[in-house]
């Protein structure tokens, strides 16, 4: 008997229309995700990484239903979220939440945090009304927050307390899979662990099952079974985190690998600077994207653009070296 994948991303691609620089006639566009393939199992957590502008929020937003893709397809349980039945689409508030870095922007200054997280119940009538209070209640304390909270506003907390109340309100409607864009990055790193954590019993007792998004490899490091790694809307690598950590085969991978901080004693400089600045989307170079910035450049690298590989078993890489 199969087993389905729970949440499949096939050739998923999206492009955007820019603005025609004055006298120019030829449209432009620019490819933000180009032909993603993933899949993620029930219960794991899946990390996704790159530098900012790589397109790592854009496959967020197409993975929680909330952006359209181009083309490609995201299935879920083997069911398309994009082309779906309206009763698969009717069900996608309930079962896939998103926490965003800025919990600040999605909690209403004006209403109590209790208040914001019951809001959910209302609107999908989840419950009885005097019980809506009970269930919100009991998530604060399950977050590390206390039930009196749930009169108080958003301002009377700190960020690592906001960060927590986005967290309860992600859960309210018990859903099956959260998308957390770099959740942690405006956190102080004694908060970011404490929070980690958090999500990490979170994801134990309520079965959850995670796509984390962050531009640090070591945060993704610490909570994911698998790592994909992005560069300019490609994925470039994809494998167990063991396998990343252990044996990285793309030399952009080995480049983020080398910038994480190791603090060694009585050393002021920890991590290695990063190579040359990512190149504008617009204009993207010949061949392999990385090419402009990668140590191993070959001669075809500037002309041929590389194929998806299977390297090892579920272990891909996109790259000439391992042609
Ligand atoms: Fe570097 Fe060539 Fe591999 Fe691109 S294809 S990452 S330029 S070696």
Redesign the pocket.
Known sequence: MSITTFLELKNVTRTFSVEQPLLSKAPRELTAVNDVSLRIEKGTTLGLVGESGCGKSTLAKIVAHLLPPSSGDVLLEGESIWHGSREVTHSLPRRIQMIFQDPVSSLNPRKSIGKSIQEALDVHRVGKPRERKKVVTDLLERVGMRAEHYARYPHEFSGGQRQRVAIARSLVLNPDFIVCDEAVSALDVSVQAQVLNLLTDLQTDFGLTYMFISHDLAVVGHVSDTIAVMYLGRLVEFTSTQALFDNAL???TQMLLEAIPIPVPGRRSIGTPQHGDIPSPLTLPEG?P??TR?R???PV?REVA?QWLEVEKNHHVL???YA
Request: proline residues 13%; glycine residues 0%.
């Open positions: 793309h030399p952009y392999c990385f090419h990668c191993r450049v070959m690298c590389p790259c000439h070296l």
